[in-house]
């Protein structure tokens, strides 16, 4: 696999999840676990570009495509924006946010607000409002 760049071996199942192959067998536990049905967003990595629930998609499929975990973003413009905008309280679904915020970013760089709302409704927060997530992506779609 192709992971944040750099080609990895690992030995999976073909029944093992992508976000078991991340966190159980490469160490990269930037994608949570949570609902492990597709709600939720926390486990939200980018492969080939667009954010992909990592809980519902299997391990072989990754063979071949470019996966990016949050531990592959470094210093990008959604992350500062993040920290800028307090759109974060306790964390776990953060790296699923910004996976997806960053994708956003990159396929719909003039995204207006019906955009942006759809987007964000693929990922779940429970410990605050979506209101700082939502600045801070609009602040980095504004500079663009």
Not at 34 to 45: E, I, P, S, Y
Not at 63 to 89: D, H, M, R, S, Y
Not at 91 to 116: V, W
């Amino acid at each position: 696999m192709n992971i944040n760049g750099e080609n990895r071996s690992v030995t999976v199942r073909s029944a093992d999840t992508l976000l078991y192959a991340i966190r159980g067998k490469l160490g990269l536990t930037g994608a949570k676990p949570g609902c492990l049905n597709g709600d939720c967003g926390a486990c939200t990595v980018n492969v080939e570009g667009w954010p992909m629930k990592s809980c519902l998609m299997l391990a072989v499929e990754a063979v071949g495509k470019k996966v990016t975990t949050i531990e592959g973003l470094e210093n990008t413009p959604i992350q500062q924006a993040f920290v800028e905008n307090f759109a974060f309280q306790c964390g776990y679904c953060t790296p699923g946010f910004i996976m997806n915020c960053h994708s956003l970013i990159r396929k719909h760089p003039e995204a207006g607000d019906q955009i942006i709302k759809e987007w964000l409704e693929s990922n779940i927060c429970r410990c605050t409002g979506y209101e700082e997530i939502e600045s801070a992506l609009k602040s980095v779609l504004k500079k663009k």
